[in-house]
């Protein structure tokens, strides 16, 4: 069976042929970085990293690349109230991000093109869409003629008279037309700018990704991916730029997950239900974060709440269990019965069923049924006098092969005895006294892995579990 995928362009499932066979071209819209990623944010980077995981387990090689946007009005505004460097704060937070990420158990793309680093090739792209007349020159800012891209609309599904402004489009009578959008903003005193032949300034939000992906990967895309929100009018501007500055077709297949709502409300700084990665895994395993946004179809809403998590570490737990107690007998069996040709096609039949849910449209919360199949049949396994090596190695590797696919972990890192703590923290004392400050930062981090928290008192240093 194809793999098949959910393209909001056709609105259609559709079977997946990548431009190349065997080869996969994958973009994934990334964060803005003048802040920690929010839990919204967060649901992307775990559904398409399992996207990219499965197609790489079906035998496809993917060239994943998601973008970092480092110059914009957030990052500016963030860099002023905080008195920092724009280059600064945003190196800061990238370096948060990939911390976020790796603990969500996410791998990192392929490349991660930053818009400081494509100025030069943002510049130019504009200039062919000048060039074409998609695009003019208005006091300073350089903006593109919407209603001249025919096609307009085609990915958010509205007729062009229809649209109303979208987040980012600022209407101004520097505008030809209050729908058209800006790829480039005139400086303003004290802002970090470039200079063009139309005046100095920077790129507007929606021509980095065309630019990105056309320096990545050429013309046209198997996949083009990110959050509901950045349908309209991120993804409909990509479109609108990118197809009038090759004349080709962008991307083949376009995916879009759902929003994350808190306690059944819409996430909002105003509702104070805003809540960051850097925190909330601070309080809970992220692996348990990650397997409860997979419970749920990529494209449904999902509603985040701390019933809903513990039920989410409750359901990991079991099959981390089912693994735990498997390891065990396997240190005691003796092969005292044969294999069971039953037992073996449940595990075949599992494994079916696990794939035959990714290959409709990534449907990780069927494939978790597989999984949880699986587990209650190789604890109705256990409850036999008598096991099979063979068949209880089938059920762990099988296991254990599903849930790496899925990316998630079912052996726990082990938690380091209150002793090899104290030793630990007394080796990295000396280390410091004796100026040994390599092996004083790996004991460090170590701890940190740990969730071990350092106080220093009049007494010495002290520590807790967090």
Same mark, same amino acid.
């Given at each position: 069976m194809a793999i098949q995928i959910f393209n909001s362009l056709t609105r259609e499932?559709?079977?997946?042929?990548?431009?190349?066979?065997?080869?996969?071209?994958?973009?994934?819209?990334?964060?803005t970085v003048y802040n920690y990623i929010h839990i919204g944010n967060s649901r992307p980077v775990v559904v398409y990293d399992t996207v990219r995981r499965y197609l790489t387990y079906r035998g496809y090689e993917v060239d994943y690349v998601s973008n970092f946007t480092d110059v914009d009005d957030k990052i500016i505004k963030a860099a002023n109230e905080l008195g920092e460097d724009v280059s600064e704060l945003t190196e800061r937070f990238i370096n948060a991000y990939f911390e976020d990420i790796t603990a969500l158990g996410a791998q990192k793309a392929d490349a991660h093109p930053r818009v400081t680093e494509h100025m030069d090739e943002i510049i130019e792209f504009i200039e062919v869409l000048i060039e074409k007349d998609y695009a003019y020159v208005s006091e300073g800012d350089v903006y593109y003629r919407t209603r001249k891209f025919k096609n307009?609309?085609?990915?958010?599904?509205?007729?062009?008279?229809?649209?109303?402004?979208?987040?980012?489009?600022?209407? =101004?009578?520097?505008?030809?037309?209050?729908?058209?959008?800006?790829?480039?903003?005139?400086?303003?005193?004290?802002?970090?700018?470039?200079?063009?032949?139309?005046?100095? =300034?920077?790129?507007?939000?929606?021509?980095e990704c065309s630019v990105m992906v056309h320096n990545h990967f050429g013309d046209t895309i198997d996949i083009h991916a990110g959050g509901q929100d950045l349908k309209f009018p991120h993804h409909e501007n990509e479109i609108a730029q990118s197809e009038a500055y090759s004349d080709k077709k962008f991307a083949n297949y376009w995916m879009h997950n759902g929003y994350i709502n808190i306690d059944n409300e819409k996430m909002s700084k105003s509702l104070g239900n805003f809540?960051?990665?850097?925190?909330?895994?601070?309080?809970?395993?992220?692996?348990?974060?990650?397997?409860?946004?997979?419970?749920?179809?990529?494209?449904?809403?999902?509603?985040?709440?701390?019933?809903?998590?513990?039920?989410?570490?409750?359901?990991?737990?079991?099959?981390?269990?089912?693994?735990?107690?498997?390891?065990?007998?396997?240190?005691?069996?003796?092969?005292?019965?044969?294999?069971?040709?039953?037992?073996?096609?449940?595990?075949?039949?599992?494994?079916?069923?696990?794939?035959?849910?990714?290959?409709?449209?990534?449907?990780?919360?069927?494939?978790?049924?597989?999984?949880?199949?699986?587990?209650?049949?190789?604890?109705?396994?256990?409850?036999?006098?008598?096991?099979?090596?063979?068949?209880?190695?089938?059920y762990k590797s099988t296991l254990e092969e599903l849930t790496e696919v899925l990316g998630i972990q079912l052996v726990q890192k082990e938690e380091l005895l209150d002793a090899e703590v104290d030793a630990l923290i007394e080796e990295r004392q000396q280390a410091r006294k004796d100026r040994n400050f390599s092996r004083s930062d790996e004991i460090r981090d170590i701890l940190k892995e740990q969730n071990i928290i350092l106080e220093d008192t009049r007494q010495g240093v002290r520590w807790k579990r967090g």
């Open positions: 499932k559709e079977n997946f042929k990548p431009i190349e066979e065997g080869k996969v071209r994958m973009y994934v819209c990334g964060p307009y609309g085609q990915l958010s599904h509205q007729s062009v008279d229809d649209l109303k402004v979208g987040a980012r489009i600022e209407a =101004g009578t520097k505008k030809e037309d209050p729908l058209d959008f800006a790829l480039w903003k005139a400086a303003k005193p004290g802002e970090i700018s470039w200079e063009t032949s139309w005046g100095e =300034g920077r790129p507007g939000w929606h021509i809540i960051l990665v850097h925190d909330i895994i601070q309080q809970i395993d992220p692996q348990v974060l990650r397997f409860f946004i997979l419970s749920v179809h990529y494209r449904n809403p999902i509603n985040f709440s701390q019933d809903l998590v513990e039920a989410a570490g409750n359901s990991l737990d079991r099959l981390r269990t089912t693994v735990q107690n498997l390891n065990h007998r396997l240190t005691a069996t003796t092969n005292l019965v044969e294999v069971d040709a039953a037992e073996m096609k449940t595990i075949e039949d599992a494994k079916a069923y696990f794939i035959e849910s990714m290959d409709d449209d990534f449907n990780t919360a069927n494939a978790i049924a597989a999984l949880f199949n699986l587990s209650t049949a190789a604890n109705k396994y256990l409850t036999a006098a008598n096991t099979n090596e063979e068949v209880l190695n089938a």
